[in-house]
């Protein structure tokens, strides 16, 4: 996968964003929103429900207009150049959008031909698209019976066919199921293979961790914290410690050892009975060297020291001070479903 590290300094930036703003009514669902996309990466915005995401990317993708704040992708403005900008963009919201009466094959043919693509070139670009997200099969059957990732599949087949510079994808893989999930960041992962820039929203850490170079983390209509998810999680800060005695009945007498060592700031141990391994938070070089030194005044023998980064999830929890699945507010009912998670 393309990797922001693979890139020049000098990588333009195919979405860019300043000061944005959004009300509905008295909620502000952008409040002074910043961030830059550089060209052939994935951005992932992570956030809980109502932090923002949709509101943004519809913004992104000229559905609503700012109040205020500046918007470019691909070098057109969102507001000055709306129908310049949507040539060159994809888009798959949150909610499929498909048209389940007719089938798959006529669904990306009737995209193609208001794309302006003459009809052999809308045939073949949906004859094209079907095959590459392996929906050639149920090419003829109406989208409504297909399964929800053949759906999801096609929902980016159609934002596909217009071979977008710059792809937005909005929670695309919220309410499927794990096996489903992996193909679908399989075929975003073929997109950026392609070069295409994506924008996506998740909910998710791992799809995060999965598919984006970067990270913007938004809560509540402002961007909380932001860049390379490696950097994200150091500046959270803390490692943590798993050690694994070889005989696993040392497991306790090392997590009472280690609660009693007194190293400043140490914080609890926990005992993952399961893997076998006790679980230290270190936050300075020092203490590290401190457990492994009490560890081995012991004379336990140990099968396996390891150091982990924070996942995604504690970095949000660190962030913000509340899980990313905690909804923070009421929605309006005629604008929200409900997802099952
Ligand atoms: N059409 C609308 N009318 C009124 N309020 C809205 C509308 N759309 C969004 N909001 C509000 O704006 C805020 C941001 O909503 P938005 O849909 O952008 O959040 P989100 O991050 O996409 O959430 P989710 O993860 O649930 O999709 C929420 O408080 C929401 O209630
Ligand atoms: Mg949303």
């Known amino acids: 996968m393309t990797r922001i590290d693979d890139y020049p300094e000098a990588a333009k930036s195919a979405v860019t964003v300043r000061g944005l703003v959004k009300h509905y009514g008295r909620t502000k669902a952008l409040d002074g929103v910043d961030l830059d996309v550089r060209e052939g990466t994935v951005m992932g915005v992570l956030g809980p429900n109502g932090a923002g995401k949709t509101t943004l990317v519809r913004i992104l993708s000229t559905l609503i207009t700012p109040d205020a704040g500046q918007a470019v992708v691909a070098g057109h403005d969102v507001v000055r150049q709306p129908r310049q900008l949507r040539r060159v963009i994809g888009l798959t919201g949150q909610y499929a959008s498909v048209d389940e009466k007719l089938p798959g094959w006529e669904n990306l043919y009737m995209i193609g031909r208001l794309l302006d693509l003459p009809r052999k070139a809308a045939r073949a670009r949906a004859d094209e698209m ?21 759906r999801r599949r096609l929902d980016l087949a159609a934002s596909m066919v217009g071979r977008p510079a710059v792809l937005f994808l909005d929670e695309p893989t919220t309410g499927l199921d794990p096996r489903t999930r992996n193909e679908v960041w399989d075929e975003v992962a073929r997109m950026v293979g392609d070069g295409v820039t994506v924008l ?36 959270v800060g803390g490692r943590t410690l798993r050690i694994r005695p070889a005989d696993p009945l040392h497991l306790r007498p090392l997590a009472a050892a280690l609660d009693e060592l007194g190293v400043t700031g140490l914080a609890t141990t926990t005992v993952d009975a399961e893997s076998g391994s006790v679980l230290v938070p270190v936050l300075s070089d020092e203490q590290l060297t401190a457990v492994i030194g009490a560890v081995t005044a012991r004379g336990i023998t ?40």
């Open 200 to 235: 996506l929203t998740t909910q998710y850490m791992e799809e995060a961790e999965q598919l984006a170079s970067e990270l913007t983390v938004v809560d509540r209509g402002k961007v909380i914290a932001g860049g390379r998810i490696e950097d994200l999680k150091a500046t």
């Open 130 to 150: 079907l095959e590459r997200f392996s929906l050639t099969e149920a090419a003829r059957r109406p989208a409504g019976t297909y399964s929800g990732g053949m």
């Open 302 to 341: 140990l099968a396996a020291v390891t150091t982990e980064l924070p996942s995604l999830d504690e970095v949000f929890l660190s962030l913000t001070g509340h899980r990313a699945s905690a909804p923070q507010d009421a929605v309006p009912a005629d604008t929200r479903e409900e997802v099952a998670v």
